[in-house]
């Protein structure tokens, strides 16, 4: 069980796609001051434009050029790895961009932020958890080349174990915590987001790095300043994915244990939804607890499944707008999944000195 949870996690890690805009800064927006609630009906919208915040955070672009990482299955939710560059389109706002990089499994060092829920709700599966949080920082972590860093959430985020690559440090720190309190869940995924923004470069020069949020939680949140459109909007401008193992298991059907099926999600689980299909990454609703482990297992073949993808917009893109983004297929009735696009940031202007 411990395995498969570790080896969803490990795709987690891997699927974050690592796109890059227009040369210059975007901005993070401010805390707003209230939180609205999640209702149970409510259906995963996407984030609206920004809007001007007076307290901003920047977030340096260094390259004109837009990455995604895109994941591609047929019907039976199978992975097709076999496509080329010229069985892809790529269209930002509607208008065609021409490839100007394409490669399978991409190798980038990861940035990864893991996030476990803390919260009083959590405290019967915390122990599983850790566990399998362990385990998966164990097999995805690359001596001397990739780097996580802990967060825990319950009345509010906070930073157990700040940027690593020592697993010991790390599982040190995972073993220690213990469940109590509310739950703070947008402000946690705001405030990761942030932090990947600003992560460690990596080693050699004029590399990129993948930025991951892989959380575990059943996605309700009672106590956040942030609001839910706050912390999606604060993970598309930090360019991370978010992967999501959900622990809230009411909501499937048991006619056939065997086959458990959906009919009805949480408010909780629709969030987690909603983060995975605006950043690119996924959304995992094990049937029991210790299906956990089947979810990362699952997270890990996608991400060795994966099309790296880049391009730079065939017009410039006006500072701060979002940019819609679709990936088609050339081959029919092949599902396409990345994130939903980006924020963008205008290219830099000549300042010309004074006379």
Known sequence: MVATLLAALQAIALAVPRSRTWAQQTTLPAAPTASPSVSPTATPQGPPPPAPHAAETPIVSTTGMVHLVVTVMDKHH???????????????????????????????????????????????RLNFEKDAAIDFLDKVIRRNKDMAFLMTFDNEPQIIQDYTGDLDLLTSAIREQRAGGGTAFNDAIYLASEKLAHSPPPR????????????????????????????????????????????????????????????????????????????????????????????????GTELRSQYFIAYVPASPPPNGQYRKIDVETVRKGLLVRTRKGYYAAAPPTAVLPVK
Request: glycine share 4%; proline share 3%; no cysteine.
């Open 78 to 124: 199978g992975f097709i790895t076999d496509l080329d560059k010229s069985d892809f389109k790529v269209l930002e706002n509607g208008m065609l961009q021409d490839i100007r990089f394409f490669g399978r499994e991409t190798d980038l060092p990861l940035r990864i932020a893991l996030l476990l829920d803390t919260s009083n709700s959590i405290r019967p």
């Open 204 to 299: 050699a020069p004029d590399s990129e790095v993948r930025r991951v949020v892989v959380v575990i939680s059943d996605g309700d949140d009672n106590l956040s300043d942030r609001a839910l459109s706050d912390a999606i909007d604060a993970s598309i401008r930090s360019e991370v994915a978010v992967f999501a193992v959900s622990t809230n298991t009411d909501w499937l059907a048991i006619d056939d244990a065997r086959r458990p099926s959906k009919y009805y999600m949480e408010a909780g689980d629709k969030v987690l939804q909603q983060f995975a299909d605006q950043t690119g990454g996924t959304a995992f609703f094990p049937y029991r607890i210790d299906d956990l482990a089947q979810s990362f297992l699952d997270i």
